[in-house]
Structures are given as C-alpha cells and as structure tokens.
C-alpha cells in the first residue's frame, strides 16, 4: 500500500520480532497510523476531524457500554432506570451526560469531516470509495443516533419514535405493514424498546467496521490535501507519525476541551426538555423536534407541502429527504472537474458558501415549529440544497475556468512560507 | 448518464418546491395567518437570580431546606416526588438522624403488605424509601383535582425551558385575565375550574394558586416566609431534585478543563517541537 518509500516496520524488540513473524498486527497498525504511513506535508487543520471522530466513536462505546450495564431496556422501566443510573450509580451522571453529548460531538466533527471532504474535494478520483464508505458510515450514525434518542423513553424518544417510523407508512400499499413490521406493533412500544435497544449495542461495532474498511480504502491512494494535487514524491510528505500524531494530539486536547465544557457546565443544552417528561402514548408534545443533527433533513422533510397529483405531500417529504442523503453517493460523478480543491476554483466556491448557508438555514428551520414563515424559508432552501448538488454543480464543472495550480505540494508549502528558490538561510515558522 | 438523471431529479424536486413555495406565499399574502392567544400573550420566565446561577455556582443549604419544607406542607399534598428517596434529603445537610425522623413523620405512609393477612397495608417510611406517592393511582389523581393529573415534580425543572425561573413565575404569576385579552379574544375567557397564569404555555391552568399568603410556611431559620421567598425557595429545591450532582458535576469539570488546558498546552509544544524543521522554508 501506499508509496514506494514508507518506512519499512523493523522491530528490535525480540518479542516484538516473535509476535510480527506469529502475526503482523504490529506491522499493520505501523503501516496504518504509524510511521510506515506517509502523508502530505500540507494538511490543515480540518483533517485532524476523522480521527477526532475516531475518537468520538471510542467515547461513545465505551460510556455506551457502561450505561448498558444499568439500563433496562422495557418500557415499564426505561426512564426510571436512566433516573437512577443519573442519581445512584457512582459517575452515572458523567457516564449519561457524556453519551448524550458524545452524540452531539460526534456529529459536529463528522460533519465538519464532510465540509472537507465537500471542499477539498476529497471524494473525487482515485477516493470515490472512501468517500462512498463514509456515507455508509453517516448513515449508520444516523440510524445509531435515531435509536439511541428512543432508549431514555421520555416524550420526545416516544414520539419522535413514532414520527420516524410513520415516514415508512407513506410509502403506497406496503407502508403501513413495514411501519407495524418496524415497531413490532402498531405504536411503538416494548417491542419497538427492545429491538432498538439491540440494534443500538450493535451498529456501532458495525461502524467501527466500515471505518477500518474506510480507512483500508484511503491507503491506497493516499491521504488528500489542500492543493487538490497529488504527491509527487518523498518531499511530499511527511511519516504520519510522529507528525501527524502530534498534531492530533493537540486537536484531541481543543476537542476535549470543547466537550469537556458543554458536558460539564451544560449538559442539558443541546437536548429537549421534553425528553425529562415520561413517555406517554396519551400526550402529544406541542412540536414534535429530532435532535439538532436532524434538523437540515427534517426541513426537507417537512418543505413538501402540495400534493404533486396522485403523490401525496407526505411521500414527496419522505422521498426528498432520502434523496438529500443519497444524492451524495452519486457526488464523484456529478462533479466532474478535474480540479479537485475548492481554492483553485472561484465558481464553485461562491456556490459551496451559499450551500453552507443554505444548511444552516434549513437546520434553523428544522428546529422551529412548523409554522409560517419558516415553512417557506425552508422550500426555497431545500430547492437550493436540490439544485446545487443535482444541477448547478454538474454545471460549474463543466464550464468553469480554474485558478493555475501549484506545481506541487512542496512548492505550495515554501510559497507559504516564503521561499521559493530552496536557499538555505532559516526562515522562522510563520 | 447519471447527470441526464440527477438534473431531472433535481429539476423535479427543485421545481416543486418553489411551486409549493408560490401556493404558501400566494396563502400567506391573503390570508395572514390570526395570531393566537398564547402567541400574543404567553410570557417567557421572569429573571430571578439563585445561588446556583453561572458555570460555578452551588446550591444554598439554608435555601434547599427551605424549599424542602414549602414542598412538604404545600405542594407534596398533591404533586409526587419519585425520583428523590428521604436518604438523599443528607445532602441538604441533614443528619442520618434528622433524616430518620422526616421520613417516619412524613403524612403518606409507604404502601406495604400485612404479613398476617397479605392484604395492602401502609407503614411508616424509612430513609431508604423513596417520598410516597400521594395518589394510589392516575385515576385517583384525576378524580381528586378536577381531572388533571398534578404532574410528579422530581424533573420539573429539567423538564421546563428555563425550568428554575420557570416554576418561579409559574408560583407568583397568578393573576386576573387581562381585560386586553378578553377584548381581544372574546372565546378566550378562563373556563370554570381554570386558572390564568401567562407563565403557563395555554395560558389556563388547573392548579389553583398553591402560594397564596405571607407566613403560610413558618421557616425556623427566621426567613420572612413572603409568597415571593417561597416560590423562590421551593424552585430552588426543585433544582436540586432534579440536577441533585450538580455540585460534583461542576466541581469535576473544573479539575477537567484545567488539567485539559495544561496537557492541550504540552500538546500544542510538542506538536510546534516536532513540527519545527518542515515549517521552515527550505
């Protein structure tokens, strides 16, 4: 994998010389993240993001198996035993608060994953498979993340259970018995508890699976980089560690500390009061909200409000706001210039801002009730979110005229720093 | 040929919307949509200030006791407590013993089986026990208050958006219907049985003014019992029931963020350390 002059594993250590000829698990983690991985000399700071969400996976894990451990998954008990664990178990509260926010955490830095990728155009070729597994992995989360929200069994867990599962009832004909086959009954209830509970302890092994497969599919042709232009050789790049370990050391310690913050001064900010309320089938809650990461696609689902003849608005919601996840895995083919970062090129980049907007617009809308004139705000924003993946960018590839590239990476980085001629005089960093 | 598809998709569903834009806006234009009456005249929490405010602040003993003692000889008649046992009332600053004696002189007994006769029967609470319930059931609660169900007060003020101030201004902001409402929203008159309160988010409510005089409580610590004082004490203990690790919470996180900023610091070195050589022009 990767380039001819990675640094070979060479253990000293005889027991290490024993466990590499047995097995080569030490060659693979060097050759993985370790030394024997050469990376681009240039990256910045917005790729520490995947192994910071690296790190939000392993958080999740293991507060989420802790919180197992307390947890009764029946919906006699569900919120009462989260009640206890918060009040009786030694740090239940630290291990609660954490899992909830973890969640959160763990969509801001893959989300802020994505904008790279979006921007730097990380998901053309040779990577359209890393990028096609990170959806896989973003779509797991989602499922992961929607499930989990239902565990704690508090008002919004129940009906938010409830309006999720009614978007498979808008299919025609078959929808209503997937809905019931789903639940397990015709509201959720025990049996919608009890599998969500299973599926919740499982997908996230299953995505720490498609991560090593992601990250097996990055190796091959290498990290990206801010320029959009390939190594060209070993002054390309530097050994991942101690480099590139270094740096995601310090991006851990901003991580934490911004986690640290939110979890320990206000840990109920980005949930629902609502979620402190018992699920009960009898009371439905004045607005119905998904948890912030939803919003965007909440607002899509929710933009369709005429019926398109025989289709009903409810489906078209429901298509669309499927359609604006899975338009992405068709991003490698529908954005065809050649240039890959969004700095060489000027159309793109007015039309990438105005999609960042756009986002943030619709995620506005998605948590502020259904009423005018957010309604409105979100149709014209979702039609921009639509045209710009499915139309404008297909466009722009094709007619834009790009900035002149850097020769190469290393030629990028002395501009920087002020060198171009490779005189020897030391100039400081910065 | 995925573009061909990908514009057609985008066409539709870009196309469609501006269409379901035009017809809301056409909708919006001439027919405004009527403001409400909670629109117009729900209030958000009045500001008040406790102890507890602000990323470091704790709760006040004295202020919890208080609160502990309006919930007990007022709001404890109706509304549950079932998330808080009589052994977590120590952490107000009670003594093992004190703690003893509020749970075996509390009004409800604890639900309890006759071992004669196997038959329910109640006895008197124990500091492991959780504060019994003042209704045998929801159907009981309902019948007793007019048919609405006093909620259990244990998470209220996570419950609630602004949830301390929340139930502050819920206590003190009883008040007559203002004649602008009245004249506004001539249907909207408080119906029989309901209380008016802007605090509330629909504005009625079926539980009648629980604060009402001066003195109603007599605090031992010689704190003037006003209707004010009360409701402040009580949304105090509130929080208390429902965030009860709030002090260690922040109190570790103080530790974290520290012990964060100095390894964050070292990380920052190293990183600038290591780093050193390729930053620099060649």
């Known amino acids: 994998m990767s380039f001819p002059w990675a640094e070979q594993y060479t253990p000293k250590n005889p027991v290490m010389v024993w466990i590499d000829e047995k097995l080569p698990l030490p060659r693979l983690a060097y ?37 197992a451990m307390h947890y ?12 206890q664990t918060m009040r009786d178990v030694n740090a239940g509260w630290l291990m609660r608060y954490a899992h909830a926010n973890g969640a959160s955490f763990f969509f801001i830095v893959v989300y802020l994953h994505i904008f790279r990728g979006l921007y730097f155009g990380s998901y053309k070729a ?64 025990n049996a919608s508890l009890n599998r969500f509970f299973s599926l919740h302890f499982l997908l996230p092994f299953v995505i720490a699976g498609v991560i090593i497969l992601h990250i097996w599919a990055l190796h091959i042709p290498g990290s990206s980089n801010p320029t959009g232009v390939e190594v060209k050789g070993p002054q390309d790049t530097v050994p991942f560690h101690p480099y590139y370990t270094a740096k995601d050391g310090f991006g851990a310690g901003i991580f934490l500390i911004a986690f640290c913050t939110l979890l320990f001064f206000a840990p109920n900010f980005l949930g629902h009061p609502d979620n402190y309320i018992e699920a009960n089938p009898l009371s439905t809650p004045a607005h119905i909200v998904p948890e912030w990461y939803f919003w965007p696609f909440y607002a899509i689902l929710r933009a369709f409000t005429v019926d398109f003849f025989f289709v009903p608005a409810k489906l078209l919601g429901v298509l669309a706001m499927f359609a604006s996840i899975l338009l992405l895995f068709f991003l490698p083919w529908l954005d065809t210039s ?35 004139p957010f309604v409105m ?30 020769g190469s990476i290393t030629e990028a980085v002395l501009a920087k720093y002020g060198k171009t ?10 | 040929m995925v573009r061909i598809g990908a514009f057609l998709v985008g066409l539709f569903f870009a196309g469609w919307l501006l269409v379901s834009f035009l017809m809301g806006a056409v909708a919006y234009v001439s027919e405004p949509p009527q403001p409400t009456v909670e629109h117009e005249f729900h209030e958000l929490p009045k500001h008040v200030s406790f102890s507890f405010d602000g990323p470091l602040g704790g709760y006040d003993k004295q202020q919890l006791q208080r609160g502990f003692q309006v919930y007990k000889e ?57 504060f019994p319930k003042p209704f045998a059931n929801n159907v009981a609660a309902a019948a007793a208050n007019n048919n609405a169900i006093p909620p259990d007060l244990s998470l209220m003020t996570k419950a609630r958006h602004h949830g301390s101030a929340y139930v502050y201004s819920l206590l003190t902001g009883y008040q007559a219907q203002p004649a602008a409402l009245l004249k506004e929203f001539p249907d909207s008159k408080t119906p029989e049985g309901l209380h008016y309160n802007p605090y509330f ?80 022009a060649a």
């Open chain 1, 338 to 372: 050649p240039v890959r970062s969004g700095k060489y090129r000027p159309t793109f980049n007015k039309f990438f801002w105005i999609l960042i907007l756009d986002v943030l617009i619709l995620g506005y809308c998605g948590g502020a009730p259904a009423e005018e």
């Open chain 1, 126 to 189: 040779p990577r359209e498979m890393v990028w096609l597994l990170g959806l896989v992995i973003f779509l797991l989360m989602m499922a992961t993340a929607f499930m989990g929200y239902v565990l704690p069994w508090g008002q919004m867990s129940y009906w938010g259970a409830k309006v999720i599962t009614g978007l498979f009832g808008a299919i025609p004909v078959v929808g209503e018995p997937i809905q019931t086959w789903l639940l397990g009954g015709f509201a959720p209830g």
């Open chain 2, 201 to 280: 988010a629909n504005l009625n409510l079926a539980m009648a003014p629980p604060l009402t005089a001066e003195g109603q409580v007599t605090y031992s610590d010689g704190t003037k019992p006003t209707v004010d004082q009360m409701a402040k004490d009580v949304s105090a203990f509130l929080t208390w029931t429902a965030e009860p690790k709030l002090e260690n919470r922040r109190r570790a996180g103080l530790a974290t963020i520290i012990f964060l900023l100095i390894a964050t610091g070292l990380a920052y070195m190293s990183y600038q350390n290591i780093w050193a050589e390729k930053k620099k």
């Open chain 1, 31 to 67: 050759n993985a993240v370790g030394a024997g991985y050469p990376v681009p000399r240039n990256l910045n700071y917005f790729w520490n993001f995947g192994v910071l969400a690296g790190l939000a996976l392993m958080i999740q894990i293991i507060t989420g198996v802790v919180l």
């Open chain 1, 377 to 406: 705000i979100s149709q014209v924003a979702s039609a921009y979110y639509f045209a710009h993946f499915l139309i404008i960018l297909p466009l722009i590839s094709r007619f834009e005229k790009p900035l002149p590239l850097p």
């Open chain 2, 74 to 130: 007022v709001c404890s008649a109706c509304h549950s407590l079932k998330f808080v046992a009589f052994r977590d009332l120590e952490a107000l600053g009670y003594n093992e013993a004190e703690v003893k004696a509020i749970a075996k002189q509390w009004a409800i007994k604890a639900p309890a089986v006759d071992p004669a006769t196997g038959e329910a029967s109640t006895r008197e609470p124990m500091p492991a026990d959780y």
């Open chain 1, 421 to 430: 001629d490779g005189a020897t005089v030391a100039v400081p960093a910065e």
């Open chain 1, 72 to 83: 009764g998954a029946n919906d006699l008990v569900a919120f009462s035993t989260v009640e």
